[in-house]
């Protein structure tokens, strides 16, 4: 059941938005806003060229539990389409939370990212995460903006040198 206290709403650019937790009944919201990003931003987000995802990992997305895994999309209030994702889940080696987000490509630039984490690091708190990080492609300047402006640790990814691994301890 949802506590509306996890439901925020936000006005960017003038446009109403909604921030709430993803359910499985948004696979079809979640794989039309992956269909209309950029190549760049799918490359970015996916670590490779990726036209749409198989259903099977759309499932995977969108099947939140609100321990191990959890995400918060954004949408317009009006309309209803998604402009933006956060998401955690927790490693399979135990030592943390890995967390993704990705925002539309025209919303880029315009806080729903920072916005979104924020919604999706209050949340860890709650629920005692004591770990959050990120593996991105070193090149992703966006990313990067984030995560200094949230006050994550940085430091090259020892088993692919092309990225970097962003951090924020909760605890």
Known sequence: MMDHN???KVTIDDIDI????LCNEDINLERDFIEKLSIQSKRLRFFGVVNQLPEKLLEKLCDIDFEQRMAFIA???STGEEIGVSRYGESAEGDGYELAVAVADEWQHKGLG???MNHL???AKQHHVKRLYAIVLGEN??????AENLGMQVKRDPDNLRQVIYSLDLA
Do not use: A, G, H, K
Request: hydrophobic letters at 40%; a positive charge; glycine letters at 0%.
């Open 121 to 123: 690091i209050d949340f």
């Open 18 to 21: 909604t921030i709430r937790p």
């Open 6 to 8: 996890m439901i925020q």
């Open 114 to 116: 920072t916005i979104l």
């Open 141 to 146: 300047t966006s990313m990067r903006r984030l």
């Open 75 to 77: 949408t317009r209030t």
